[in-house]
């Protein structure tokens, strides 16, 4: 099938791939000239794995261009929106206006049997406020919601085999002719065994905001134990491994922190809330805001135990973070909890230096007054405290014996709580987790 994907970002990029891995004759166009110059040249404008290769292995087939003009929309069957909605400033709600912007200027090369498949994550409505747009202006032309639930860092691999799909459309029924055709595009995974549910537009709106809404709720409510560990002298990584032992409930998304950023989690759940209070139903979420709240307490709560590994005060202190991206295998760094924790440090006298393998050009961009130092030898060099708050492989791996001479102070604060603590004393650091004793 002929396909266009508008907005190529972490979302739209990897999507526009996987369609030419799948088979379909693929344009992907966005209005960042830049982005579109390097994904023109096979590479990938972010980190993402695999997903370089993939370039490359499908642009050798000719079935995948980038480009920014708009027009190249025409002619495609299937144009996905893939673009951004981010938090407003100043305020926990969407911005529409790329969707907005999106829908309107792809309406001039719009053709009778053509479907528009949203695939960006919006507040509940949207779709059916742009399925009127399109009514109005094109009525042989179907919109379809299609929400993404992929994880950086996996991004191809959830894509091309995802959990389930979810339709979204006018009449939530499996005989919307919209169904059959998304049925084509994504034949090889279906064929795979993958689900489907087909379901009406703000059904389908609604379970992304809600999955997000879910995995952000466990890992709050994991992080609201550490707070009751660290106060009782109990241990959070023990409690979930037990509780998690349980069906009902699993052991993932119970990883004890630093908490949760990126460019979904967080401004999802705010968006949810706003939503909610547009539509008159506020209280349902308001255990959202707590979710929220827990979250932006471990960063303090960082600081705080950072102040007082220091022992005599922040200022001056030399202070090491490992990590800078959202989570490890990626190089976002929207709402890093990791560079959040570093600025607050710096603007309290320390003085902080920052490393990551992938991140750092990012990184620099968002914080410049950072310090950035990417051999981890040279960062961790001299360090009074250092902290773990991205767990990189790397990072997991560093040899605590061996690290012990290059610092000034061996004292170590693992924000993801995944390093041995006894292994860590034995070698004659002072280490310090989060909930764990
Ligand atoms: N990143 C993820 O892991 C992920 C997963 C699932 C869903 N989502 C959702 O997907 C959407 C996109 O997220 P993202 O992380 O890819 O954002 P992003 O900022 O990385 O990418 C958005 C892209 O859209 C482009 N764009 C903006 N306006 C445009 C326009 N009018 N025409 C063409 N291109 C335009 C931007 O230049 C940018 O490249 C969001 O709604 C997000 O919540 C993201
Ligand atoms: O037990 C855990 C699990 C995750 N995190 C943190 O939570 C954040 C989000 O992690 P993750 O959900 O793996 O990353 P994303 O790529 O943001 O993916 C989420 O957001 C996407 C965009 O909506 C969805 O598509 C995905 O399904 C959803 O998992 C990161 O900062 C992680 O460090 C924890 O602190 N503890």
């Known amino acids: 099938m002929r396909i266009s994907v508008i907005g190529c970002g972490y979302l739209g990029a990897v999507h526009a791939a996987c369609m030419a891995k799948l088979g379909h004759e693929v344009v992907g166009i966005d209005v960042d ?3 579109i110059s390097e994904l023109s040249a096979a590479r990938s404008p ?10 490359s292995e499908v642009q050798e087939t000719g079935r995948l261009s980038f480009t920014t003009n708009m027009a190249s929309a025409s002619g495609s069957d299937i144009h996905f929106v893939c673009v951004g909605t981010p938090q407003k400033k100043g305020e926990n709600g969407a911005d529409m206006s790329y969707v907005d912007a999106a829908i309107q200027s792809l309406f001039p090369y719009l053709a009778p049997g053509d479907l528009v498949v949203g695939k960006s994550t919006v507040p509940v409505g949207t779709a059916d406020r742009i399925a009127s747009l399109i009514n109005a202006a094109h009525p042989g032309v179907h919109l379809v919601w299609n929400p993404e639930f992929l994880r950086e860092g996996h991004a191809v691999s959830d894509t091309l085999h995802p959990d389930r799909f979810v339709y979204g459309v006018a009449d939530g029924s499996e005989d919307h002719p919209a169904v059959a055709t998304l049925d084509e595009v994504y034949a090889s995974p279906l064929a795979e065994g993958t689900p489907r549910l087909v379901m009406d537009l703000p059904t389908a709106e609604l379970v992304k905001t809600a999955a997000n809404s879910f995995l952000a709720t466990k890992i709050s409510f994991i992080n609201a134990m550490a707070e009751l560990c660290e106060a009782s002298g109990a241990d959070v990584t023990r409690l979930a491994d037990a509780i998690g032992m349980d069906d009902r409930i699993g052991r993932k998304f119970l990883h004890a922190g630093i908490g949760f950023g990126g460019g979904c989690l967080p401004k999802d759940i705010r968006a949810f809330m ?5 539509l008159g139903a506020d209280q349902a979420l308001t255990f959202l ?7 932006m307490r471990r960063r303090t709560r960082v600081v705080e135990l950072t102040r007082e590994l220091c022992g005599d005060g922040l200022l001056g202190k030399r202070i090491t973070v490992l990590g ?3 989570k490890p295998e990626s190089d976002d760094v929207r709402d890093s909890p990791a560079l959040s924790i570093a600025a607050q440090l710096q603007l309290q006298g320390a003085v902080v230096t920052v490393t990551d393998p992938k991140a750092l050009e990012n990184a620099a961009r968002r914080f410049p007054d950072l310090q950035y130092v990417e051999d981890t030898e040279e960062a961790v060099a001299n360090a009074d405290v250092l902290l773990l708050l991205t767990e990189w492989q790397e990072y997991r791996d560093l040899d605590p014996h061996m690290l012990k001479d290059s ?3 061996p004292r170590v604060l693992d924000g993801r709580n995944v390093l041995d603590p006894a292994k860590w004393r034995a070698a004659g650091w002072h280490y310090r987790g989060l909930g764990r004793p």
């Open 274 to 278: 706003a939503r909610a209070g547009e």
């Open 289 to 295: 805001r707590e979710v929220d709240a827990i979250n």
């Open 324 to 326: 800078a991206a959202f």
């Open 46 to 55: 972010f980190y993402e794995p695999g997903l370089a290769e993939l370039l």
């Open 407 to 409: 610092v000034s102070r």
């Open 33 to 35: 000239e830049a982005k």
